[in-house]
């Protein structure tokens, strides 16, 4: 949530809000998933374990998703259970959901994914991709280059 109109913002200078009357901080109408229409489609959200990977795959089930695939590096069972759950109290038909232990630094890690994605739902109509290699935590003037380079771009 940005500062309170008038309050200062070392980033961007005062919060005047010119360009928009309304702010929002939840769910409203144009963007509930519950209003849309997604039956047949496939997705995948990596880093689902928790947080906002976790909401986007509940997301998806609200929004009738048929096919959902859950990556993370730690296990995904309790939340392929909540996706079911959310999508039948949405009043969705439930989505075969496919947990997947990924890392997407590992391209043969994303590569496996991507083929038992295909075997399994067929086809793949979205990916949402929430999860990212952290790196060395430093300031940018005391860090190695290659390391925070490492964290910006694929490497095969």
Known sequence: MPPPQGTWNPLEGPGDYTTTKTIH???????????AELSG???LVTGASRGLGKSMALSFAKAGA????????SGTSSVQEEVKRVATAAGRKEP?????????????SVGNA???????????DVVINNAA??????LIGD???ESWWNTCEWQD
């Open 133 to 138: 290699v952290m790196g060395d935590m430093a």
């Open 143 to 145: 860090s190695d280059p």
């Open 114 to 124: 991507i083929e038992e994605i295909c075997k399994k739902f067929g086809k793949l």
């Open 41 to 43: 489609k496939a997705i």
């Open 66 to 73: 048929s096919y959902i695939a859950i990556g993370a590096r």
């Open 25 to 35: 901080n939840d769910t409203y109408p144009a963007i509930d998933p519950s209003n």
């Open 96 to 108: 075969q959901v496919l947990g997947l232990t990924l890392d997407v630094a590992d391209a043969t």
